[in-house]
């Protein structure tokens, strides 16, 4: 599977951005999905995963009531929906295709990176 994630950019505090993962390759559904992201200094982390027949979503604790995760395994894309942004959420943010934990050992197959960047 290759992954390629896009959407980053640079918004105000309290903007919204989509991200999307377009997929291509080995059968995307089957997959468990994940965000991941990491900031300057810092390790990578959990953000959100869904399972692969989107019945499922897990969210970091810290992104809970602000982001969404979704798919469509018809378009072999996954979506992060990111509302009321903070500074905090400042990072490269990463999509990921594996067996389904907040673990980053647990994925296989990783996208390239988007930059988000959340201006105070």
């Known amino acids: 599977v290759q992954l390629q994630a896009f959407g980053g950019g640079l918004v105000q505090a309290g903007g919204s951005l989509r991200l999307s993962c377009a997929a291509s390759?080995?059968?995307?559904?089957?997959?468990?999905m994940g965000w991941f992201r990491q900031a300057p200094g810092k390790e990578r982390e959990f953000v959100a995963g869904?399972?692969?027949?989107?019945?499922?979503?897990y969210y970091a604790d810290s992104v809970k009531g602000r982001f969404t995760i979704s798919r469509d395994n018809a378009k072999n894309t996954v979506y992060l929906q990111m509302n009321s942004l903070k500074p905090e959420d400042t990072a490269v943010y990463y999509c990921?295709?594996?067996?389904?934990?907040?673990?980053?050992?647990?994925?296989?197959?990783w996208g390239q990176g988007t930059l988000v960047t959340v201006s105070s």
């Open positions: 390759g080995r059968t995307f559904s089957g997959y468990f």
């Open positions: 869904i399972n692969w027949s989107a019945g499922s979503t």
């Open positions: 990921a295709a594996g067996l389904g934990s907040s673990a980053p050992g647990a994925y296989s197959y």
